[in-house]
């Protein structure tokens, strides 16, 4: 699979736009704000403000407008070590010892107190009106490994299959681990000499000591940032699949060939500083697609499409065929269960993407096409759960119900992605009406002589206007001319698609 990253840093929106292509198809988008107070990862020394009791939970201010939520659940067993370290840092003596066990399952007021000091890493952002919430198991990624201070322990990753190397690893990060660390070893290191993990190591262990030496500061304050969004994408996702990386920002460019010259230093050549006068995302086509699959109805190749609904923790998908009544007059029954199948994997396919690139999260209902037939429902649930291995974010898929829902969960850290209202106004705008018909003709168009296209008539004329008009530059992308019939009966966003034979090819979705 080729990858590309494209970058587009806005100094006038005051943020960094990271789209993942994979072989030219938009598959993740993420925002970074300048100077943005917190993100997932950075550790604060907070004060514990209150104790929720009935939520078993305490309120920990950290600096922010909102107060962060600490739950018993997220207190890692070393907190006595860790409420230690930070009295002896602030030359203070621990008024309450605790102890802390899983099998005897406590309270947290027997752990914390109001006014007390905490260290503690953000775990998850605000999101609506909820604060961050936030954990006491501090951790320091890198590319290769994951530092756990107030731990002994060594994890290693379960998508390493190779008993071998996994003993390997293991063995290597015995001999080179300090007391008092926990390591997690993660994929990336697999058949990773002993030199490149001790020198990763060692720059973790400098985060952590520089950490430490904040602990001084009077709380709230912030003592850890966890690296920029573009640094963090790369040292979770870089691999030998991406081919090139785009940014129109040249301290950027500067920061991404120093960071891939410590993790990957024979891919530096793939930076390319976009110096263009058409904007980076306009010139990569992410733009288009933007406002093609970012909005409440999604199309899909073969004519069919979704409708995303969302609530704060629910997100109900239905799959629909623009073309499904037409099907049933001019096919057999048998070719209009397989085609029924044939859309249900493509909208899983789609779907699959769409949880990554919305950043969707809690609980999932997708109300596919009915099937009657078991083998096509085991089909479409093997093909979801192959489509959303790639999905870094932890879920978990349920079979089709006997509704013929499937429902799953997916763990998010950060807010949706919800593009702003400039796209949101622009879901019914000329533009991006053009570019919906524009990506189903691209599918239809070499499979077929000659095409027309009816829609409404004001629409007609807007595909009509000028030189070159929209429907001239058609004829000269697509080397066949395309005849455009007005229906004055038609809604504006309404349209079908006939091939010579006067079948239909595909409907809108209004």
């Not at 309450?96 to 027997?110: A, L």
């Not at 490994?145 to 293991?170: A, C, D, G, Q, Y």
Request: charged residues 25%.
């Amino acid at each position: 699979m080729n990858k590309e990253l494209v970058i587009n840093a806005n100094a006038e929106e005051q943020e960094v736009k990271i789209a993942l292509l994979e072989e030219g198809k938009l598959l993740e988008l993420h925002r970074e704000i300048f100077n943005k107070k917190l993100s997932v990862g950075d550790i604060y020394l907070g004060i514990v403000k209150k104790i929720s009791y009935g939520l078993n939970a305490a309120i920990v201010d950290i600096g922010v407008s909102k107060s962060a939520f600490l739950h018993y659940d997220d207190i890692g067993f070393q907190v006595g070590n860790m409420l230690e370290l930070i009295a002896q840092n602030q030359n203070k003596y621990l008024t309450n010892t605790c102890s802390f066990s899983r099998g005897n399952k406590s309270s947290i007021e027997k752990i914390l107190h109001p006014g007390q000091n905490i260290l503690v890493q953000i775990s998850k952002e605000p999101i609506s009106n909820k604060g961050p919430k936030l954990t006491t198991k501090i951790c320091i990624p890198g590319r290769n490994l994951v530092l756990i201070p107030f731990s002994e322990k060594i994890f290693i990753s379960h998508k390493i299959k190779n008993t071998k190397e996994k003993n390997r690893l293991i063995s290597c990060i015995q001999k080179i681990k300090p007391k008092e660390f926990g390591i997690i070893i993660r994929t990336a290191a697999c058949f990773k000499v002993e030199q490149i993990l001790k020198k990763e190591l060692f720059l973790l262990i400098n985060k952590w000591k520089k950490t430490l030496s904040n602990l001084m500061k009077i709380p709230p304050v912030k003592v850890f940032s966890e690296s920029s969004k573009t640094s963090c994408l790369l040292r979770d996702t870089f691999n030998d699949d991406f081919k090139y990386i785009h940014c129109n920002n040249n301290f950027i460019c500067k920061e991404i060939h120093s960071y891939l010259s410590l993790i990957y230093p024979e891919k530096t050549n793939i930076i390319k500083h976009y110096k263009g006068n058409i904007p980076i995302f306009e010139k990569y086509g992410i733009e288009k697609q933007i406002q093609t699959f970012l909005g409440k109805n999604v199309p899909l190749a073969n004519g069919a499409y979704l409708v995303i609904e969302h609530t704060e923790a629910l997100h109900v998908i239905d799959v629909n065929s623009g073309m499904i009544n037409h099907m049933k007059q001019n096919c057999t029954e048998s070719e209009r269960i397989d085609h029924v199948l044939e859309i249900n994997l493509l909208a899983a396919t789609e779907i699959a993407r769409q949880l990554r690139l919305r950043d969707m999260g809690g609980i999932i209902v997708v109300d596919f096409i009915d099937m009657s037939e078991p083998y096509q429902k085991r089909k479409l649930y093997e093909h979801l759960k192959e489509k959303m291995k790639n999905d870094r974010a932890r879920h978990q898929i349920l079979p089709p119900n006997e509704f013929g829902l499937v429902q799953f969960t997916r763990h998010r850290v950060r807010p949706e992605y919800i593009h702003n209202k400039k796209y949101q106004e622009l879901e019914v705008s000329p533009i991006v009406y053009v570019h919906h018909i524009e990506f189903i003709l691209e599918k239809i168009i070499k499979r077929h002589k000659k095409i027309q296209l009816h829609l409404h008539t004001f629409v007609a004329a807007y595909l009509k206007s000028g030189f070159p008009s929209i429907q001239q530059k058609w004829l000269f992308k697509y080397k066949k001319w395309i005849k455009i019939i007005p229906r004055n009966s038609f809604k504006y966003t309404e349209y079908q698609i006939f091939n010579d034979k006067k079948e239909v090819l595909s409907s809108s979705y209004s």
